[in-house]
């Protein structure tokens, strides 16, 4: 399995509170992304990182930052969270000129 | 933009049947590789198959093959002798082979439930 790990793997959060979700590689793979996977939409991408402090915005990136400042560590924070990014969120990662990104456990996010 | 399109949204078949998952998709890219992930009810997402758009031979893996006919822009997962174990949601995802472009977009998947 590729080492990817999510925390925390559950939150709690009350709308209008900042929240940092972290994914960690132990694989020193170029490509992080973070998506997040809500029913009848399937996974969409937030952001994605193609190397250390370089980052892009996916389709649904409004409402959220992310920060690459280690090749192992891809943050995601919402600066104020709303109950509409009420989500499991999903990292995934994959090496330069490989084929198949892989994914983390996910991470399950209740804004009240 | 691409588009990944699942049109079955849930199946029922029974164990040790051959199941085929649908998949069509939307790009005028001639470079792009399509994938399939498995989702069991742990909520992990595992990757089971990649086929490039440039492959000749459908790719395998195991009981997993993808039926991949160009010409009219299917990858269809096909599982043969399924298994209970094979009950989970099953996604379809195509990547751009650009560099800078190496995102994933998915379809909204389809859940399959092996019926004993």
């Known amino acids: 399995d590729a080492g990817i790990t999510q925390s925390p793997r559950h939150k709690v959060t009350e709308t209008g509170t900042p929240v940092t979700l972290r994914c960690h590689q132990t694989e020193n793979h170029r490509y992080m992304y973070w998506y997040r996977q809500d029913p009848g939409h399937g996974l969409r991408l937030i952001h994605y990182s193609y190397g250390v402090k370089d980052t892009d915005k996916g389709e649904v990136s409004d409402g959220y930052s992310v920060s690459r400042s280690k090749t192992e560590d891809f943050l995601l924070t919402l600066e104020s969270a709303t109950s509409s990014q009420t989500s499991v969120y999903f990292c995934?990662?994959?090496?330069?000129?490989?084929?198949?990104?892989?994914f983390g456990p996910g991470t399950r996010l209740t804004v009240l | 933009a691409q588009k990944i399109t699942q049109t079955q949204p849930g199946m029922f078949v029974q164990e040790k049947e051959a199941v085929t998952l649908d998949c069509t998709y939307d790009?005028?890219?001639?470079?792009?590789?399509l994938f399939w992930y498995k989702q069991p009810s742990s909520g992990e997402m595992i990757f089971l198959i990649y086929q490039g758009s440039y492959d000749e031979q459908n790719a395998t893996e195991g009981r997993y093959s993808l039926n991949f006919q160009k010409a009219r822009k299917s990858a269809n997962l096909v599982i043969s002798a399924s298994q209970l174990g094979d009950s989970a949601m099953y996604f379809c995802a195509m990547r751009l082979s650009n560099f800078g472009n190496e995102k994933l977009t998915f379809g909204t998947g389809t859940r399959l439930t092996i019926i004993p």
């Open positions: 790009t005028s890219d001639q470079s792009y590789g």
């Open positions: 995934a990662i994959q090496g330069a000129g490989a084929d198949t990104q892989y």
